[in-house]
């Protein structure tokens, strides 16, 4: 069956509906997630019902996953990591436990991965538990990169064309130091890197950073 899918928003995503990601999906059909990719950088698969072996086989339809860098922080499969205030039991986590701690970084505006060398391509959010309508804060929210720099002036662009920036896995602990220091191999596994401001996707003329899936269960 070719997958059914509506638009989001003008500038950004896309839902389909009637796609299972825990099937095997038919080339026909990853040539046109693919192709949404590139048009609408956001894809939101609607009702799904994956384990942590049927999201990581979805995922790898699309390139090899990651291994986050802090092995405790990951569910049995090494390739996913915990975003969440509540324990695997249910309970709600102390504000002060670690794991909620980290995700304060994540509620800042970020790109996945900026701290390797080759970051990641997409980055795959499963949500177990989403917020209602009307809830307050907890929101996750995404931003079109190509729209925003077309809207750049001229002068801005040409400013920003050749500069660099360092990003550094390690040094995101200054922004909550309440944080246990990295361990001696995991900054050594992951030292800061220089990427361009403005970085363009080899092969498919996207602004890196502007990919992005979510599923929903």
């Known amino acids: 069956m070719e997958i059914q899918y509506k638009n989001l928003s003008p500038h950004l ?3 389909i509906n009637n796609l299972d990601c825990s099937k095997k999906i038919s080339k ?31 995922a790898k339809n699309f390139g090899t ?23 695997s039991k249910g309970i709600k986590l102390n504000p002060n436990d670690q794991r909620v ?3 304060k970084n994540n509620e800042r505006w970020h ?21 209602p309508p009307n809830a ?5 929210e995404f931003s079109n990169m190509l729209f925003a720099y077309d809207n750049l002036s001229k002068k801005l662009k040409e400013k ?15 922004l909550e130091p309440s ?10 596994s992951f030292p800061p890197v220089s990427h361009p401001i403005i970085r363009v996707h080899r092969d498919r003329s996207l602004l890196k950073y502007s990919l992005f899936f979510i599923l929903y269960s």
């Open 13 to 15: 995503g896309v839902e």
């Open 28 to 58: 026909f059909n990853l040539s046109l997630i693919n192709k949404l990719i590139q048009e609408k950088y956001f894809i939101c698969f609607k009702d799904q019902n994956l384990d942590e072996k049927k999201l990581s086989h979805f």
């Open 65 to 87: 996953l990651e291994v986050y860098p802090e092995k405790d922080k990951t569910k049995k499969f090494k390739q996913i990591f915990i975003v969440s205030n509540v324990s």
């Open 101 to 103: 701690v980290l995700q």
């Open 111 to 131: 790109t996945d991965s900026s701290y390797r060398h080759i970051p990641s391509y997409l980055s795959f959010l499963y949500g177990l538990e989403v917020l």
């Open 136 to 140: 307050k804060g907890g929101e996750t």
């Open 160 to 174: 920003l064309a050749p500069l660099h920036q360092v990003h550094s896995y390690n040094d995101t602990r200054r």
């Open 179 to 188: 944080m246990p220091p990295l361990s001696l191999e995991e900054r050594v």
